[in-house]
């Protein structure tokens, strides 16, 4: 009986251990958000949705800003509008020892919007489905909780998918490989237009949002300076925007004023970039808007 206790016990070790040495080879091309939540804490981070996950690439601003280290913790519409969900979340990712970071807040109409069941009046906060609201620990490797509550495929089959158009750096950058030829540009930026014009039609603007962004800028400006970025996008989604939240700039340029917070606003200047569906900036333009980001971070730190 002691013999086959212990043999048994011997092959659970051993299945523990190989277990364990798999879960560590699950990267960036796995999956598009896991890689985040198994870093360190971090001095300085970019906050926002998808847009800002694939526009904001560090590699370009981190020498300008000498010695802070950018990392790049925005996720998609679906895990971090702002919220309490994401400022927790955003809380576990900051080092707590941290008091002179950079943090690069990326708002946009719809990270501050809630939509509304119009037949049985529901605000739905969608976050509340997805991995950030789930996942106890942010800065664990491999991290059990969001392999195995929220993969969206077997740990097998997520490992073996060698087909994904997406990946995602150390940096926390997401890099998107997708046809860019003329006639995908346009069926996906139609796509676009469909899903945002729908959602436009359920948007409400949330003050609890807004709530929660500001409780999100105290936060953040306690660990160093807070840098508020409205990034561009295609013309004809910029008009749902403003058809949402009309003077949705100057919304934010009150509150810059009032926290003390620079603002660049890129919504005017959509003709200057290239996108991959007119909300997303192609991985050429995250170069040219994030050394651009960077020069004006520099700029900003010189006058003060």
Not at 10 to 26: G, N
Not at 28 to 33: A, E, P, T, Y
Not at 171 to 193: C, H, T, Y
């Amino acid at each position: 009986m002691r013999k086959l206790i212990f043999h048994f016990g011997l092959f659970s070790f051993l299945l523990a251990v190989s277990l364990y040495f798999f879960l560590l080879q699950f990267n960036g091309k796995h999956d598009d958000f896991y890689l985040r939540l198994t870093t360190p804490q971090q001095e300085s981070l970019v906050i926002g949705t998808s847009r800002a996950a694939q526009a904001i690439n560090p590699t370009y601003i981190n020498p300008l800003i000498k010695p802070h280290q950018l990392y790049n913790y925005a996720f998609s519409i679906f895990h971090s509008p702002f919220g309490e969900i994401y400022f927790n979340s955003i809380s576990k990712k900051i080092n707590k020892k941290s008091k002179n970071g950079i943090f690069i807040v990326c708002i946009d109409p719809w990270s501050l919007g809630v939509t509304q069941d119009s037949i049985h009046q529901e605000i739905t906060f969608i976050e509340k489905d997805f991995a950030l609201s789930g996942v106890h620990f942010v800065n664990q490797k491999p991290n059990f909780e969001y392999l195995f509550f929220y993969s969206t495929n077997t740990l097998l089959d997520k490992y073996l998918n060698n087909n994904k158009s997406t990946f995602l750096h150390s940096n926390g950058w997401l890099e998107v490989n997708i046809p860019m030829d003329s006639a995908s540009i346009q069926k996906r930026f139609q796509d676009r237009i469909i899903k945002y014009t729908e959602r436009k039609n359920s948007y409400i603007r949330s003050k609890e949002r807004i709530f929660w962004l500001t409780k999100t800028i105290d936060l953040l400006q306690k660990h160093g300076r807070v840098f508020f970025i409205r990034l561009p996008v295609r013309q004809q989604i910029l008009v749902l925007e403003n058809q949402v939240w009309p003077q949705f700039s100057n919304f934010v340029s009150d509150l810059s004023r009032k926290k003390q917070i620079p603002f660049l606003d890129f919504s005017e200047r959509s003709h200057h970039y290239l996108y991959t569906d007119g909300l997303h900036l192609h991985q050429s333009s995250s170069k040219i808007i994030s050394a651009e980001i960077g020069k004006w971070i520099q700029e900003q730190a010189g006058r003060n």
